[in-house]
């Protein structure tokens, strides 16, 4: 392959990455929220409804919540598995590139398995917020305690108000990350 062929060829698995990411979110999301809602779900008092296997799941799911329910989350995880897929990719290519040295030599399994390691790292550290969104969204039933989230928006902000009613600072703040910071807002 030439160092030319290279940029394309990077660009070409990043969008593969990326249409393989989208078709298994788009054909598999439902089991995805019965798979988020049987990990949180411990047999002990909660707010997750009990269910005894995957179709049974699926269909209290679908009767109570319908479509919505069975949905939940989507748009997350189709941004996520788009992103973290494409991004794996390229950043997988990347690595090997650079690990190359632009030589036309195999890499041993060792360097595949380096690259493949930073590309992983570095995907979890970009689309983790993403993630968080979707479990969140996933997560919501009927029963739910508190208000629930009307969108991919609401799951994002934390906001604080000073004494005088005014937005003083505003900050996302996912699994630990900050994500930006916005002060003195009117």
């Not at 060829?9 to 078709?23: H, K, L, M, R, V």
């Not at 992103?83 to 690595?95: E, K, T």
Request: a positive charge; aromatic letters at 12%; glycine letters at 10%.
């Amino acid at each position: 392959m030439r160092i030319g062929d290279l940029g394309q060829w990077q660009w070409e698995s990043a969008t593969a990455g990326a249409i393989a990411g989208f078709a298994t979110v788009a054909s598999l999301h439902p089991l995805d929220v019965v798979r988020t809602r049987f990990q949180v779900n411990d047999g002990r008092i909660s707010n997750i409804p009990w269910y005894k296997n995957t179709g049974h799941a699926l269909l209290t799911i679908a009767r109570a919540e319908g479509l919505r329910g069975i949905y939940a989350g989507f748009y997350p995880a189709v941004l996520g598995s788009t992103l973290s897929w494409g991004l794996y990719f390229f950043f997988y290519s990347r690595a090997k590139h650079r690990y190359s040295k632009g030589s036309e030599e195999k890499l041993t399994p060792i360097f595949h398995l380096v690259s493949a390691a930073e590309a992983g790292g570095l995907v979890c550290l970009m689309t983790n917020p993403i993630w968080l969104v979707k479990t969140r969204l996933q997560l919501q039933t009927p029963l739910t305690q508190a208000r629930p989230y009307s969108g991919v928006y609401e799951c994002l902000p934390l906001y604080n108000i000073s004494a005088n009613g005014k937005l003083d600072t505003m900050s996302v703040r996912m699994s630990g990350f900050d994500i930006f910071v916005v002060s003195r807002l009117g």
